[in-house]
């Protein structure tokens, strides 16, 4: 079967219009997905630097943990010498029943 020459000039012509609309299309595409990437990118810095905010924030209340649990430490020792302290010399008199006027 011989294609007439007629056809062929009107043929080709619209083959190259669809491929450069594939190839146009194609091109959106890419520029659309490689947005989208950028984008990602974008927010994974953001949320990267988001997490290490946090993560100094933590470290900062474990400081200041240590630094209250030293502290509630240090009172329970002074509370505990004081009950010592206080039944090694025994009641004092107040406490005995004894009032002087």
Known sequence: ????????RIVIPACKVSALRNFCCAAQREKIVDKQ???LIE??????????????????????LERL???????????????AARN?????????GICFF
């Open 1 to 8: 079967m011989k294609i007439h020459a007629s056809v062929l």
């Open 43 to 64: 927010q994974l810095e953001a949320k990267q630097a988001q997490a290490e905010g946090l993560v100094g924030e933590i470290h900062l209340k474990e400081m200041e």
């Open 69 to 83: 649990n030293g502290l509630w430490r240090k009172l329970e020792s002074s509370n505990n010498e004081m009950s």
């Open 88 to 96: 090694r010399f025994g009641r004092s008199t107040s406490e005995r």
């Open 37 to 39: 990437y950028h984008s």
